[in-house]
């Protein structure tokens, strides 16, 4: 069992910088893949970033990459997303979810346990 927690979000101008946490408990050791995800309005929920633990392999979707950064702070037990340059397409509920094993960006399903979520708003 693995309990997820996530924090961070908020509202922020076109461009602004938002910095999302979550906090991991529980069998971490074991669900080394971190990723983040969010379902943005009138959207499915679509894989971001995610961080795989057993290596430090990290991957984004095309539309984040070079604008947020995934990281992990492995003493504290949280994975991070450092979201730069924000567009109001960006705008939606960010979850975080892990899994063993393997780390995947678009099989949401293979993970098994999730956060509730936190809102990013973003205003042109």
């Known amino acids: 069992q693995v309990q997820l927690m996530e924090s961070g979000g908020g509202s922020v101008q076109r461009g602004g910088s938002l910095r999302l946490s979550c906090a991991a408990s529980?069998?971490?050791?074991?669900?080394?893949?971190m990723a983040w995800f969010r379902q943005r309005p009138g959207k499915s929920l679509e894989g971001v970033a995610y961080?795989?633990?057993?290596?430090?392999?990290?991957s984004y979707v095309l539309d984040v990459k070079h604008r947020f950064t995934v990281s992990k702070d492995n003493a504290r037990n949280t994975l991070y997303l450092q979201m730069s340059n924000l567009e109001p397409e960006d705008s939606g509920v960010y979850r975080c979810?892990?899994?063993?094993?393997?780390?995947?960006?678009?099989?949401?399903?293979?993970?098994?346990?999730w956060g509730q979520g936190t809102q990013v708003t973003v205003f042109s």
């Open positions: 961080f795989d633990g057993r290596d430090g392999e990290t």
């Open positions: 979810a892990t899994k063993k094993r393997t780390c995947f960006l678009y099989e949401t399903g293979l993970y098994t346990f």
């Open positions: 529980g069998d971490t050791e074991t669900f080394s893949c």
